[in-house]
């Protein structure tokens, strides 16, 4: 006998069983010793930022102790927060980027 439960779509419609991924936000600490251009050139080269996005955002962590360098899926945010930090660690400074879902 015919049974359609798997490809009707209006089964998934009425009640969708898929829901959306959590969004992760990716942040940057502030800190005494890191240098404003180290940070600048990270949020250009790994964020993807225009050098004034970049500024902006290197100024508010400064200023107010964090601030949000993007928003990713949990794969893409732990992959960012260990390449930023693996990075700083490379170079010897203590800039630490961490993560936080939304
Ligand atoms: N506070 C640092 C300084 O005065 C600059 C800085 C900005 C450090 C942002 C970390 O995430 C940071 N050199």
Do not use: W
């Not at 993007?70 to 993560?99: F, W």
């Amino acid at each position: 006998p015919y049974r359609d439960d798997d490809n009707d779509l209006s089964i998934q419609l009425a009640e969708p069983k898929l829901k959306k991924p959590p969004l992760f936000k990716v942040i940057l600490l502030n800190d005494d010793f890191t240098p404003m251009d180290f940070v600048i050139e990270i949020l250009m080269q790994f964020f993807a930022m225009p050098k004034e996005k970049a500024t902006q955002v290197m100024l508010q962590v400064h200023t107010q102790g964090v601030g949000v360098c993007g928003t990713y899926s949990k794969d893409v945010a732990e992959t960012k927060v260990y390449i930023v930090n693996e990075y700083s660690r490379q170079h010897q400074h203590p800039l630490l980027c961490s993560m936080e879902e939304l």
